[in-house]
């Protein structure tokens, strides 16, 4: 049995209902498969919120996951956080995430961080399509406990599994100039109200590195956590309770593969 079928036509099935343009995303993605064009895809949620990505299934990925799939669960976890929220959005890909959030909020300022020279292109490409410049700021640089240099992998297609998980011997590499924890989290002024994480590993030295203190006026937080070896989920999240805030829900993927919602104060409330 083709495992990967059931997954192909839930993408068939969310492509025509999730976007504006569905069909011809799908007949585009059906050519490039075949003839290697087109090169890229603008998915339009609507008349005013869209996403270019590279055509290739590793850079679409997360366009589902946030704009249909809603994995970080905005709706739920960050209704509360007022009319003027910071939010700062930590391997921001393509900014997907940073779009919807500060669509979800239109009084929120968004600091968004991506690593990969490549991908860091068309996040800064998706603000401007979606006039977003005044209120969401990309930055390519990476996060660390402590300011540095950091190499990762970057295969140059925007792959959301760009990142220090996937440095193998083979695998094309870079390094970029990183900002310490402490400095993201207050680059706006003040500390982020919602911190989001999905770094492909390095969510371990960001956070580990850092003191709990700097999260001392952060709400919420929401992050992916991977298996990198010598590390855990249980690191994470005895960090987080040391900093004053608690796991909300959990869900796990595989063993060591899953997503956390954290918070300081009652959801919702």
């Not at 003027?84 to 600091?111: E, M, N, T, Y």
């Not at 590499?173 to 924890?181: A, D, E, F, I, L």
């Not at 590993?201 to 992916?224: C, I, T």
Request: hydrophobic share 40%; proline share 4%.
């Amino acid at each position: 049995m083709n495992r990967s079928l059931p997954l192909a036509l839930r993408r068939v099935r969310q492509t025509v209902r999730g976007f504006d343009n569905g069909a011809a995303l799908l007949v585009a993605m059906a050519r490039q498969s075949v003839t290697g064009k087109p090169e890229e895809l603008v998915f339009r949620m609507d008349a005013d919120t869209s996403i270019t990505v590279p055509n290739r299934p590793g850079a679409r990925v997360p366009v589902y996951e946030i704009f249909v799939e809603d994995e970080y669960r905005l709706g739920w976890f960050t209704s509360d956080l007022g009319e003027q929220p910071v939010a700062l959005d930590i391997g921001a890909h393509v900014g997907c995430f940073s779009v919807a959030f500060a669509r979800k909020h239109p009084g929120a300022r968004v600091d968004s961080y991506e690593a990969s020279p490549s991908t860091a292109e068309y996040l800064t490409r998706n603000i401007g399509d979606n006039a977003l410049q005044a209120r969401v700021h990309g930055n390519n640089l990476a996060v660390q406990g402590e300011a540095g240099v950091l190499e990762l992998a970057d295969n140059g297609a925007a792959s959301g599994h760009n990142g220090v998980l996937h440095l193998t011997a083979d695998a094309a590499k870079v390094s970029v100039r990183s900002v310490s924890m402490a400095e993201a989290l207050t680059i706006s002024g003040r500390t982020a109200d919602i911190v989001k994480i999905d770094t492909e590993g390095g969510e371990y030295d960001m956070v580990l590195g850092s003191d709990p203190a700097d999260w001392a006026g952060v709400r919420r937080v929401v992050l992916e956590y991977h298996d990198l070896p010598g590390h855990s989920w249980e690191e994470l999240e005895a960090f987080f309770t040391s900093a004053g805030l608690n796991l909300v829900e959990r869900e796990q993927f595989l063993p060591r593969l899953g997503m956390a919602w954290l918070s300081r104060d009652t959801v919702g409330a």
